[in-house]
């Protein structure tokens, strides 16, 4: 029955079988599985087409697609002996690289990051904006504490300040912080997104929402999710996927998302996008290769090959 379902290309029909007996919600590696087959499976589609998915999934919504999306830059991670003169010369060399937004990670203590947050606000000089990314580990009073704190700059965005399913703490922190935040990379369903809408106090006017199409049961489940964004009042440009790789990149282009992730230099040969493209103002053009792309990466594919 799968194989007759893979001959055509069936993604629903497959997806449904990966997912039979299989509970809802919750922590797991299964939905990461999943969506690594039924991402596959839409990068055969576009392929069989001779289109690029990005191409191919604007035709299936009914809308015009746009080969331009905007992506960040993601670094600035703790290292041992790495001090802000060196978190500042990796944020120079984003924005050399054509980047108008920048972010790094917060979260050891704001004794820390606020000379880190200082120093990269010093280098970037009203170039380019910076995020910041605690990555989920803050308890709600030292969430409040950044949150407080973190006023006084003029950030991009303030992600993840909590643990992802403690909704409570996020409402928390929109109550107390005025400027954008940023959260959802690990919810992996639409059930997760929704309650993260209704219950997290997350503002439609200037919030921004992370869920990763590659993590959470792939696009299937994604195209759920953005029927949950849209339900609930917002744009699904206020979408911008975690993840940096070319999956999430083929969606935000093929469906109005509002951008990408992106980390250079990191997770290679896996993250980024084809050798060709160049970014500008934080802004890349998609090329026109058909389904994800994978073949205009020449170290990606040239694994991929080796371990054919």
């Given at each position: 029955m799968l194989n007759d379902a893979c001959d055509n290309l069936d993604s629903e029909r497959i997806w449904?079988?990966?997912?039979?007996?299989?509970?809802?919600?919750?922590?797991?590696?299964?939905?990461?599985?999943?969506?690594?087959?039924?991402?596959?499976?839409?990068?055969?589609?576009?392929?069989?087409?001779?289109?690029?998915?990005?191409?191919l999934l604007a035709e299936r919504a009914g809308r015009e697609a746009d080969p331009k999306v905007f992506v960040y830059s993601a670094g600035g991670y703790y290292a041992q002996g790495k001090v802000v003169k060196e978190l500042c010369a990796e944020m120079r060399c984003?924005?050399?690289a054509g980047y108008s937004v920048v972010k790094i990670k917060i979260g050891n203590?704001?004794?820390?990051?606020?000379?880190?947050?200082?120093?990269?606000?010093?280098?970037?000089?009203?170039?380019?904006?910076?995020?910041?990314?605690?990555?989920?580990?803050?308890?709600?009073?030292?969430?409040?504490?950044?949150?407080?704190a973190l006023q006084q700059y003029p950030?991009?965005?303030?992600e993840e300040p909590g643990d992802p399913?403690?909704?409570?703490?996020?409402?928390?922190?929109?109550?107390?912080?005025?400027?954008?935040?940023?959260?959802?990379?690990?919810?992996?369903?639409?059930?997760?997104?929704?309650n993260l809408l209704r219950y997290g106090g997350m503002r439609k006017d200037r919030d921004w929402l992370q869920f990763d199409p590659a993590l959470a049961y792939g696009l299937t489940e994604y195209l759920r999710t953005l029927q949950v964004v849209k339900?609930?009042?917002?744009?699904?440009?206020?979408?911008?996927?975690?993840?940096?790789?070319?999956?999430?990149?083929?969606?935000?282009?093929?469906?109005?998302?509002?951008?990408?992730?992106?980390?250079?230099?990191?997770?290679?040969?896996?993250?980024?996008?084809?050798?060709?493209?160049e970014v500008k103002d934080s802004w890349i053009t998609m090329p026109e290769l058909p389904g994800i792309g994978y073949e205009g990466?020449?170290?990606?594919?040239?694994?991929m090959r080796q371990l054919i």
């Open positions: 449904a079988m990966m997912m039979k007996d299989e509970k809802p919600g919750g922590h797991g590696e299964r939905c990461v599985a999943v969506g690594a087959i039924d991402m596959a499976i839409r990068d055969a589609t576009a392929k069989i087409a001779n289109k690029p998915l990005f191409r984003f924005l050399d203590s704001l004794e820390i990051d606020k000379p880190r947050i200082e120093g990269v606000l010093k280098e970037l000089n009203g170039k380019a904006k910076l995020a910041v990314d605690a990555n989920g580990k803050l308890n709600l009073q030292q969430a409040l504490d950044y949150a407080k950030l991009f965005w303030f399913l403690d909704f409570e703490l996020q409402k928390a922190v929109a109550e107390g912080y005025p400027g954008q935040l940023a959260t959802g990379e690990n919810l992996f369903s639409h059930q997760d997104a929704r339900d609930e009042g917002w744009e699904v440009s206020r979408c911008i996927p975690h993840g940096g790789h070319q999956m999430s990149l083929n969606i935000a282009a093929g469906l109005g998302l509002g951008g990408n992730e992106i980390y250079p230099g990191l997770f290679q040969p896996f993250g980024g996008y084809p050798d060709s493209v990466k020449a170290a990606l594919i040239g694994m």
